[in-house]
């Protein structure tokens, strides 16, 4: 069992910066996949990105080079710096873990980030 905690996000102006944490509680959460999922009004939830257990990563196009995951597996915690923010970015932030062995899958509460334009 995982509960997952999100924090870090607000009203940020274009080409701003923000760095969103996920707080972890439960055990072996380095086994886990660990992504970032993001949901505007009236669109479906979608990936932003991921790193597995080993580190490796994979971010949606729209966010290639602007957003940066990582995570702390001592700490229990994944982030994701955003910069270069855009007004398409408004969302409501979901972290996400997800273990493969199991398909055990967990979500965060989610946190707003606001980009106006």
């Known amino acids: 069992q995982v509960e997952l905690s999100e924090s870090g996000g607000g009203l940020v102006q274009p080409g701003g910066s923000l760095r969103l944490s996920c707080a972890a509680l439960?055990?072996?959460?380095?086994?886990?996949?660990l992504g970032w999922y993001r949901q505007a009004p009236g669109k479906q939830r979608e990936l932003v990105a991921r790193?597995?257990?080993?580190?490796?990563?994979n971010y949606a196009d729209s966010v290639k080079g602007r957003f940066t995951i990582s995570r702390d597996n001592a700490n229990n915690l994944v982030y994701l710096q955003m910069n270069t923010l855009k007004p398409e970015d408004t969302a409501v932030y979901y972290c996400n873990a997800l273990k493969i062995t199991t398909n055990e899958e967990y979500w965060g509460q989610g946190t707003q980030v606001t980009v106006p334009s």
């Open positions: 790193i597995t257990s080993g580190g490796s990563t």
């Open positions: 439960g055990s072996l959460f380095s086994l886990y996949v």
